[in-house]
């Protein structure tokens, strides 16, 4: 996902200038000068000796900000009343709303949707509890949870700087899959406080979406939560990332003419990501993973301290290669980048197999950027969306709940998550594929249906569905 959130692309400044002592052409010169371009100006008052204007400038990155605004201020007969950025105008009072699906408009009206009729149904649900899911917002509502402790390309910045971020993914849920969604960030990053709060608010959701939770932390917390809930949890940051990497795979590997079985493939980067984009590609029926982080490749013949390094050690790199990056990608076919920028040089892809597939998802910045192997490289994909083929979480998680509420799933398994990357991938017909599409656009609009009708299919099959949907009784 393109994450470079410290970017902004306008800004709007308000500015009062004494017109006796400065033009305006100096003003627009000492913009452009410190790299902003104005693109409009409103006058907003004036008079005989005062005008007030806001200019809208573009920017390339929040430090051409500040050198803009320290210019302006400098200039004399010059007050800089106010700057707005657009990207905050957008977030003030919050993204998101709540509101009624049918007016209350008479007493009538009144009793039947709290007091005294509304008993009737809360009594309903007491004595048959599994009807909460028809009569209340359980039905259609996941809950967006995260402790702020790992907020993509702003790491460790707490619930409350969060919460913008979680405002976000639940305006994704309801634009692109119809699914009712609600931030919710906790102050607190103590692992059994995390636990014991979701499985305390649950009942009023249908599934849980965990949100940036830092390693090796989230991968307790989504373990016990599966294992102690009834409704589907699905860390994002994992499942989602992995999901749309396999899509992304599958897609790719047909351009090259290789077969899943019988590639190898280096992983860099042993996080959250990384575990679950390996997992997914060993149940696809990938034979050789090499995982490399800072300690170089991993692999059995070591002990790890770290209890996920260790079984990732044991369930991958079956020739026990050792050493660094540079050595475990020789003859590699993939190279899957969820680490950071720069660690692939033009060098090392030079030394993988005939028609390499590199996947750098590093952001902002990629392990190796695409103009850097463009000539060498069969296909290549970033988390970047101004590249080709983006590995963008957004395709999938949408769909993925899409389906499991309609089936009412207790579970979002391995299965599920396979289906879901099959169905991304199918989106792109063999007429479009080509190196530069793999994967479909976020706003391909069949992408969800066509997950949905997926994920549902696989929950019927591995027994994880409660309700059969009417279109497939």
């Known amino acids: 996902m393109d994450n470079n959130m410290l970017g902004g692309k306008s800004i709007i400044l308000r500015l009062e200038i004494n017109i006796h002592e400065i033009k305006f052409g100096k003003v627009a010169a000492a913009i452009f000068e410190a790299g902003g371009d104005i693109v409009a100006m409103d006058v907003i008052q004036t008079s005989q000796n005062m005008t007030v204007r806001d200019i809208t400038i573009t920017v390339a990155d929040a430090i051409d900000i500040h050198k803009i605004t320290e210019a302006v201020k400098n200039l ?32 009538d009206d009144l009793s039947r949707v709290y007091t005294p009729d509304v008993a009737r149904v809360c009594m309903a649900i007491h004595e048959e509890p ?44 309801k634009q692109f899959a119809d699914v009712d969604s609600y931030p919710i960030c906790l102050d607190t990053q103590d692992t059994e406080q995390i636990i014991a709060t ?100 991993l692999t059995a013949d070591k002990k790890y301290d770290n209890a996920i390094w260790q079984w990732y050690a044991e369930h991958t790199n079956p020739y026990r290669i050792q050493g660094s990056l540079q050595e475990a990608i020789q003859g590699a076919d993939v190279f899957i980048g969820l680490s950071a920028g720069g660690l692939l040089h033009r060098e090392d892809v030079m030394e993988m197999a005939e028609n390499p597939v590199v996947f750098a ?55 599920m998550k396979l289906a879901a990357a099959e169905a991304i991938a199918s989106s792109i017909t063999d007429e479009e594929r080509n190196r530069f599409y793999i994967i479909p656009s976020v706003f391909n609009q069949q992408v969800v249906k066509a997950i949905r009708d997926l994920v549902i299919k696989a929950a019927m099959k591995t027994g994880v569905a409660r309700r059969i949907p009417r279109e497939y009784r």
Request: glycine residues 10%; charged residues 20%.
């Open 130 to 173: 599994r009807k909460a899911f028809t009569l209340t917002v359980k039905r259609n509502t996941v809950a967006v949870i995260s402790d702020g402790s790992a907020v993509l390309g702003l790491g460790n910045i707490g619930p409350y700087a969060a919460m913008p971020v979680m405002e976000g993914k639940s305006m994704l849920f």
């Open 361 to 415: 998802m590093a952001n902002p910045t990629p392990e190796i950027r695409p103009e850097e192997a463009e000539d060498i490289v069969a296909v290549m994909a970033t988390g970047r969306s101004d590249y080709p083929n983006q590995i963008n979480n957004v395709l999938c998680f949408p769909g993925i709940f899409r389906g499991a509420l309609d089936c009412r799933a207790t579970t979002i398994n391995e299965e």
């Open 198 to 297: 979701i499985k305390a608010i649950a009942p009023g959701f249908g599934g849980i979406n965990l949100e940036d939770i830092s390693s090796p932390r989230c991968f307790e917390i989504e373990q016990r939560l599966r294992e102690e809930l009834d409704i589907p949890v699905f860390h994002d940051d994992q499942h989602g990332t992995a999901v749309v990497l396999y899509a992304a795979l599958i897609n790719a590997l047909k351009i090259v003419g290789k077969s899943i079985d019988e590639i190898k493939v280096v992983v860099c980067g042993i996080g959250a990501a990384g575990v679950a984009c390996s997992k997914i590609l060993l149940s696809a029926g990938v034979k050789e993973i090499v995982g490399v982080d800072r300690d170089g490749a």
């Open 76 to 107: 004399q007969g010059v007050s800089l009343v106010n700057v707005s950025d657009r990207t905050f105008l957008l977030h003030l009072g919050g993204k998101i709303e709540i509101k009624p699906k049918t007016p209350i408009q008479n007493r």
